[in-house]
């Protein structure tokens, strides 16, 4: 049995890792030992990281983070340590060390707590995955969406419907919708012998509802690699603008090609799972080809979901958007929507198409929706 002072040796020595070994000698046993060691595999890369030399004193050759064996190293994690503290360590694995072959594990991929970072990981990998790993990648992403969803539906649902709707009365209760007959025949009941008047308790009006006709919103989203952010979260306000009775959506994702997937656009994990990330950008070709779904320009809105660096002539691009201005379609150029709005994007073609009518601004999610909803509420034919 140890004592407390060899246990909290044993944990500054776990802590601090090989470079305390000289003044904490032999406070490991065994089992210890086989934690210092599946530590060092990762985190020995943080010395690499800051330019740390590495003395062959302190190790031998196979603690060296390049020869890693991930199968095998999370095994011993596994059989090692708790899960929680399992799950911290391979979370750090992923998103600080990027040791991407941890999501092609399927019970690590289980482990692990949902995360934007662990998406975008598994997005980039999952055309790298087996059938079993796809399937458990697939209710992560299920999990994300969740949660970005339960963050911003309301309030997105709010901006849009609660913008459009408020002059969409079923019954206004004003002078010139009074409907005297009706309100005679309703309250005929209530006559008064004594004073010869009739006591209106239920004034009838006509109902002059005005019909609108609902708005198109086309999403075209950038799907480069830079952009996954921007991707993940236009997937989901896709499918919660779907879910408006006022709006008609398209989702239309590109690279150097183009995939039209407005089928999808209700499920956004299916529309995640069919996006491919990387390739170049050519941004004119995805807008040509969004000309090709207005069908009432009046009451469209082309929201351009991108980085702005055009891989392809840009002259193309900006026809295409000064025809569809010029049509009547409200062109808007997103540069950043993820949760924190942190845009990065070429200033100078965001400047050319900004010049032919595009409004662009950097926003997140729920400032969209806001910004969406002034923009048809500009027209309310």
Known sequence: MTSPRSDTLARWRLVLGKYAQANLPDCLNGEQQRMAESLE???SREYRGRGVRQSPKLGPGSLDPSQLNVPKWLGQIRELFPKQTCER????ALERYGLTEIVKDPE???SLEPSTDLLKAVLTLKGQMPGAVTQEARRLIAR????IKRKIEQRVKNAIAGRLNRFQHSQLKVAR????????RRNLKHWDYQRQKLLVEEPRFFSRVKRH???DVILCVDQSGSMTDSLIHSAVMAGILASLPVVRVRLVVFDTSIVDLSEHVSDPVEVLMSVQLGGGTNIGQAVRYCEQLVSQPQRTVLTLV????????PRKLIAACRRLRE????LLGLAALDAEANPWYDVQLAGRLAAEGMEIAALTPQQFAQWLAEVMNRVRT
Not at 144 to 147: R, S, Y
Not at 327 to 330: A, D, I, L, R
Request: with cysteine.
């Open 89 to 92: 360590i391979t979370q750090h």
């Open 108 to 110: 690590t991929l289980r």
């Open 213 to 215: 006709l609902p708005w």
């Open 327 to 330: 049509s009547g379609v409200k």
């Open 41 to 43: 595999m990762l985190y």
């Open 177 to 184: 919708n009074f409907d005297a007959r009706d309100t005679i």
């Open 306 to 313: 991108t980085d702005f660096c055009e891989g392809a002539d």
């Open 144 to 147: 994300v969406v969740e949660e």
